[in-house]
């Protein structure tokens, strides 16, 4: 008889777990992006292109736990806070800045190194660069969903952020080119592989849970 109910009980029980808390990627959170033809995740580090722009390279590794893979999600520009907490928008621009150099992804109009797409890099000084660090966020439905695809679309050029397939040398063996293309395609296509998200300041999981917590 106990086995009959637990076996009633355990697939509510887990699908109250599964639902618990917001599902969409907020303002304010940290995550890791995966290329999903590639299966790549967006990365980034102090080494800088020795060809086109010269600025801090950004690329796509395999590794799932490298630190240098972490972006956080703000507003198109200072203004633009994009409030901590706030679902991100279908349609809505933001900002990615990469959390261990401070920088913002970035395009511009040079040649990418491998490919010759157009280059991606990371720019500016403490989070604050110019208009070529604004992405728009393009998925389906209202929001940008934590287990859905979706594509950054380039404000000042048009492309879309991209994985060439084109993998470098010394001394960032084996990482992958990341550019822009003008045509959107299965390389354009990225998910939240992981990440920390940030909920509204007054949402209290005890509350409303009973004492429970999401793991992010």
């Known amino acids: 008889m106990f086995v009959r ?4 009980v355990f697939p ?37 292109y020795g060809s086109g722009s010269g600025q801090q390279s950004v690329t796509g590794i395999t590794l799932s736990e490298d630190v240098n893979s972490h972006w956080s999600l703000k507003g198109s520009n200072e203004k633009d806070t994009c409030q901590r907490g706030e679902p991100i928008e279908c349609g809505q621009k933001i900002r990615l800045e990469h959390l261990t ?22 720019f500016g000084d403490g989070g604050n660069g110019d208009s070529g660090d604004v992405w728009m966020i393009m998925c389906e439905g209202d929001f940008w969903n ?26 960032i063996n ?13 390389s354009t296509n990225w998910k939240v ?24």
Do not use: W
């Not at 287990?147 to 010394?170: C, I, N, Y």
């Not at 990482?175 to 395609?185: A, F, K, L, N, R």
């Open 101 to 122: 150099t401070k920088k913002n992804l970035h395009s511009h109009h040079f040649s990418s190194p491998l490919s010759n797409a157009q280059e991606v890099s990371a």
């Open 193 to 216: 592989q992981e990440g920390v998200y940030i909920h509204h300041s007054d949402f209290n999981p005890k509350k409303a849970y009973g004492g429970g917590h999401d793991e992010l």
């Open 174 to 186: 084996g990482q992958m080119e990341i550019v822009g293309t003008s045509m959107p395609d299965g």
């Open 146 to 171: 934590r287990d859905g695809k979706v594509m950054f679309k380039h404000q000042d050029t048009g492309v879309f952020l991209s994985a060439s397939g084109h993998t470098f040398g010394r001394p």
């Open 5 to 8: 109910r637990f076996a009633v």
């Open 12 to 48: 509510l029980f887990f699908m109250f777990v599964q639902s618990r808390g917001p599902q969409h990627v907020t303002c304010g959170s940290v995550v890791k992006l995966m290329n999903v033809a590639h299966k790549i995740r967006l990365h980034s580090h102090d080494v800088k």
